[in-house]
């Protein structure tokens, strides 16, 4: 099957098998592999990518679901010359990387979520975050971090 | 997973011939975080899957002439967002509010929640007590089902082979009615429900006689129920604490709660009859 998207601001062809994954289809066809399998039910969020700007589960989306939309995943946010995007820095700044396995999927719904409500205060932080299993920070570095950057933004009051 | 063909008609006519010419080895596919799961874990091994997210119009939530409906393809995320939904039938909002997480939400729809009929679909209780109405189309053209006979036991719905969801539709509750859903979980988030308890209540014009009570029970029977014998109960009643502490006693007693490995029969007892004082208060609560 062809599927046709923008994968990370570029358009993209793909010619794969009907029953793969739109995780499968980022880490075998395209050589994403910031895009991580956890539990590959769902639960975890290690796999969240952003499809038309909302996060989803790339495990538990076909990947002809994509065909037409567009595709976001961490490799995609840096910027010119490998200028880290704020959450990124963020994360950095703040020690939120432990193992760094879940980070990508973190990153990307910490995305998702301050694109929609750029200033979410802790207790929307945590509920945005609550697809996203960290086994290492016990989360609150994470939550330290994605409120720096929600506090960073000019229209936050 | 297994390997299977994947189809995208683009009309529901389309659906319905292919589901009509593979039978049994063909699957429709609406959000997918149930199919695709059962896939992954090959609980299920359909060879054909028939999409329905080029089918024009499933994924709009309309709402006009006191009348709401949901295509089938609408995203729990998209009734988090509806306007009409949280102002008018908030026990569904909350329903979608607390499924899964932000990821899933966004994937899956309502029509999948409800044609899966997993016991426990967290929208299924809401739709039980706003009495929806499901449109499917079938070979033989469309047909309206009441929610109320639509989950035959879990995950058995009365839509035939090649009969697909189309819309849900909600009339207008009355006037001055409100409603709340608690969907009650061990963790805060990311967890399936030991219970679900819905409740409309329509106070008479004082605001503390009660003119028309509707209780739904999730997870407290093979299928959602209505709690018949206690919505009569509360009919005509002044609102108190006794009166709620009676109601739930009732509820008790119209539900068959089975013991599993998430709880007990007792438990899940215990929790209706203090889930339901808990759930009418709050729905009062938002009338102010």
């Given amino acids: 099957m062809k599927i046709s998207f923008q994968l990370n601001g570029e358009s993209v062809t793909a010619d794969v098998p009907d029953h793969i994954t739109l995780l499968e289809m980022l880490r075998e066809e395209f050589e994403l592999i910031g895009v991580k399998e956890g539990c590959g039910q769902g639960e975890c969020g290690s796999c969240t990518v952003l499809v038309d700007r909302e996060a989803v589960n790339s495990c538990l989306m076909l990947a002809a679901f994509v065909n037409g939309k567009k595709v976001e995943t961490i490799e995609g946010l840096a910027g010119a010359q490998g200028r880290l995007d704020p959450l990124q820095d963020a994360f950095v700044k703040h020690g939120a990387v432990q193992c760094g396995f879940c980070t990508p999927g973190m990153i990307m719904s910490a995305k998702a979520l301050l694109d929609d409500n750029p200033c979410p205060d802790r207790e929307q932080i945590k509920q945005g975050m609550a697809g996203n299993m960290c086994r290492c920070t016990g989360y609150i570095k994470i939550i330290e971090a994605i409120e720096s950057v929600a506090k960073g933004g000019n229209s936050c009051g | ?288």
């Avoid at chain 2, 929208?123 to 929806?132: E, K, Q, S």
């Avoid at chain 2, 079938?138 to 009969?163: A, K, V, Y």
């Avoid at chain 2, 207008?172 to 969907?183: F, M, R, T, V």
């Avoid at chain 2, 106070?203 to 709690?227: F, M, N, Q, Y």
């Fill in chain 2, 1 to 288: 997973m297994n390997k299977f063909t994947y189809h995208e008609p683009k009309s529901m006519g389309d659906v319905i011939d292919l589901l009509d010419s593979y039978g049994t080895r063909a699957m429709v596919i609406a959000g997918g975080t149930d199919l695709v799961l059962k896939m992954n874990e090959r609980k299920c091994e359909p060879e054909h899957i028939v999409s329905l997210r080029s089918i024009p119009g499933l994924n709009e939530i309309k709402y006009d002439n006191g009348e709401l409906r949901i295509g089938a393809m609408v995203r729990h995320r998209q009734i988090n967002r509806s306007k009409p939904i949280r102002e008018n039938f908030s026990l569904l909002a909350d329903a979608a509010d607390n499924l899964g997480s932000v990821q899933i939400r966004n994937l899956a729809t309502i029509g999948g929640n409800i044609c899966n009929a997993a016991p426990c679909a967290d929208t299924a209780g809401p739709l039980m007590a706003l009495d929806a109405v499901l449109l499917v189309e079938g070979p033989n053209g469309e047909r309206n089902i009441s929610i109320r006979n639509f989950f035959l036991g879990p995950n058995e719905t009365s839509l035939t082979g090649s009969e697909v969801l189309k819309e849900i539709i909600i009339s207008d509750l009355p006037q001055g009615a409100c409603s709340c859903y608690i969907k009650y979980t061990r963790r805060k988030a990311m967890d399936l429900p030991l219970m679900g308890l819905g409740v409309v209540l329509v106070p008479d014009p004082s605001g503390k006689v009660c003119h028309e009570a509707r209780v739904s029970l999730t997870l407290c029977a093979p299928v959602p129920i209505r709690a018949t014998a206690t919505e009569e109960y509360l009919t005509g009643k002044t609102f108190s604490d006794e009166v709620w502490k009676e109601a739930g006693t009732l509820a008790v007693g119209e539900s068959t709660p089975r013991t599993s490995f998430r709880t007990t029969a007792a438990y899940r007892k215990r929790i209706i009859s203090s889930l339901l004082p808990r759930a009418a208060n709050e729905a009062l609560r938002r009338l102010n």
